[in-house]
C-alpha cells in the first residue's frame, strides 16, 4: 500500500461533533487523578486475567475433560469479552450525561467488577461444580470489567491532545497500572506458595488478595472520576446524533491505520500472554514449588519496565518511535534466546532446588531484556493506537474517542483468548495437569486442615521431584519461542504497514487546527 493510499482523501462525516470536553493543555490534576486510577484497575485484572489458571492449576483438581471445559469456558468469554467491547464503545459514545459521558460507566464498571474479582477467587467448589460456577463468574466479569475499561480509556485522548502532553499521560498511567500489576505480582506467588503463604494454603491466600485488590479497585477509581476536571460539554456534543452499530462498524472500516495497528496489538497480545502463565508452572517444576522465585524471576524486569515507563516521554523526545521499536525487538529476542539456551544449557543440581541457583540467576538475568523490549512495545503501540483518533478526525471529521479505542480492549481481549488456547494445548500435551492435580489435592487438605504445613510442604515436594525432564524441558520450549515468533512478527508489521510517525502526526494536528480556524472564521 502506497503512503497515497494509506492516508486517502477525506471522507463525509458520520457525525459532526466537538472534541470532547477537556482543556488543550494537560493539568498537573487531570494528569494525576486520571494515572493513578488504574493502579486499582491493573491490580484487579491481574489478579483475574493474569493468575486465574495458576489458580485453577495448584487449587482445582480437576480432570483432563473438565480442564478442557475450563479452557473453553475462559476461551468463550474472552472472545465475548472482546467482541462486547466496541459495543460498549457505542455506548459510551452516545451517553449523555451531567457527569459526562465516561465517569458514569467509570464507577459503575469499578464496583460490579470488584465484587466479581472478590467471588471469583472465594467460592470453594471443584469439579464440574467449578466449572459451572467458572462460566457463570467468567461472564459477568466481561461485561463489568468492559463497562470500566472503556470509559476509563477513551477519556485519555480526550485529557491529553497534544503530543508531548500524550506521551506524558500515556506514560504515568502506564506506569501506575505497572506498579498495580506489579504489586499484584509480587503479593500472589509469594503469598500462595512456599512458606509466606497467607493462612497455611493457597485457597485461603488467594481469596485474601482477590479481597485486597477488589478494594484497590474501587478506591483508586473513585479517585479519577472525584479528581479529574472536564470542561462542561458543548450544547452540539449533548444533542448530536447518536451512533448507531452501522456507524461504529464504518469507523473502524474506514480507519486503515486502526486495521493495521489492531493486528498488531492482536499478536503482541498472544505473544505476551503465553509468558505468564508457563514460567510460573516450569519455575515451580524445575526449581521448587516457592513463590519467592516466581516473584524474584520477574522482579529486575519489571524494575527495568518501570525505569522505561518513567523515561519514555524523554526517550520519545530524543529518539523516534521507529528506532525505539527497533532496540525493542532486539531485547525481546535477547531475552527469549538466553532464556532458551540457558534453560537447555545449565544444570540445576537437585541440592540446590527451590533456592537461588546459578542457573535461575542466570534466567532471571536474560528476562530483563524482555522487561524492556516488551514494555517499549506495548507503549509505542498504546501511542499508535490513540494516534488513529487524529487520524480518523484529519480523514473524516470526527474523532470517536470511544469507539476507535475500544480496540484496545477488543485486541487485548481477543489475543487473551487466543492464548488461552495455545497454553491449554501446551499444558495438556506437555502433560503438567498430572502432576498439578496432586498439587491441588494437597493444598485442599492443608485448606481443610486436614494435614499440617509440614505435611503439606514434604508431599508437594516428593509431586515436584517426579516431575520428568521432558515435560520441564517443554514448558522451556514453548514459553521462549511462541513469544518470540509472534512478537519479532507484529513488528515486521507495524514496521512495514503503520505510517503515523511524528512527523505525519504534526501535519495532521495543524491540518485540523486550520480547519477548525477556518470554520470558526465564517
Known sequence: MDENNAFGTSEPSIETQAPLLSADTLSRRNLWSFALGTVGRDMAYSMFNSFILTYILFTKSLTAPQFGAVSA???????FDALNDPIMGTIVE????????????????????????????????TGWTFVVFLGFIYFLFSITYTMNDISYYSMLPALAKGQHDRNKLTSLTNLCGSAGGAAIGF???????????????????????????????IAFQVLTVVGVKEKAA???????????????????????????????????NVGSN?????????????????????????????????SVTIFFPLLAKRFSRKKMMASAIIGVIIGYSLILLFGLVLP?????????????????????FNGYGQCILYLSMTLALVNTIEYNEWKTGSRNESVIFSIRPF???????????????????????????KISDIETDASKNLITGTVKTEKISEVIAGVPDGVKIGLLICMT????????????????????????FDEMVAEIKAREAAKDSD
Open 411 to 437: 485486541m487485548a481481549k481477543l489475543g487473551s483468548a487466543l492464548s488461552q488456547l495455545v497454553i491449554t494445548l501446551v499444558l495438556l500435551i506437555v502433560g503438567v495437569t498430572v502432576y498439578t492435580n
Open 348 to 368: 540445576q543440581p537437585a541440592a540446590t532446588a527451590g533456592t537461588f541457583s546459578l542457573k535461575f540467576v542466570m534466567l532471571m538475568i536474560a528476562n530483563v
Open 234 to 268: 458543548p450544547v452540539q456534543s449533548m444533542t448530536s446524533a447518536k451512533l448507531t452499530l452501522k456507524d461504529m462498524v464504518k469507523i473502524i472500516k474506514n480507519n486503515d491505520q486502526l486495521l493495521w495497528i489492531a493486528l498488531i496489538s492482536l499478536i503482541y
Open 481 to 504: 519461542l511462541i513469544p518470540l515468533i509472534l512478537l519479532a512478527s507484529a513488528y515486521t508489521i507495524y514496521r512495514t504497514k503503520y505510517k503515523i510517525d511524528e512527523k505525519k
Open 274 to 306: 503465553v509468558f505468564v502463565t508457563l514460567p510460573t508452572t516450569y519455575i515451580y517444576f524445575e526449581f521448587g514449588y516457592n513463590g519467592l522465585l516466581t516473584t524474584f524471576f520477574g522482579i529486575f524486569s519489571a524494575v527495568v519496565s518501570t
Open 94 to 125: 452516545n451517553t449523555r450525561s451531567r457527569f459526562g459521558k465516561f465517569k458514569p460507566w467509570i464507577l459503575i464498571g469499578a464496583i460490579t467488577c470488584a465484587v466479581v474479582v472478590f467471588a471469583t477467587f472465594s467460592v470453594p467448589v
Open 73 to 79: 469456558i475462559i476461551i468463550a468469554c474472552r472472545v
Open 187 to 217: 503479593l500472589v506467588p509469594t503469598l500462595t506458595a512456599g512458606d509466606l503463604t497467607l493462612f497455611g494454603s493457597a485457597p485461603k491466600a488467594y481469596m485474601t488478595v482477590a479481597l485486597f485488590a477488589a478494594l484497590m479497585f
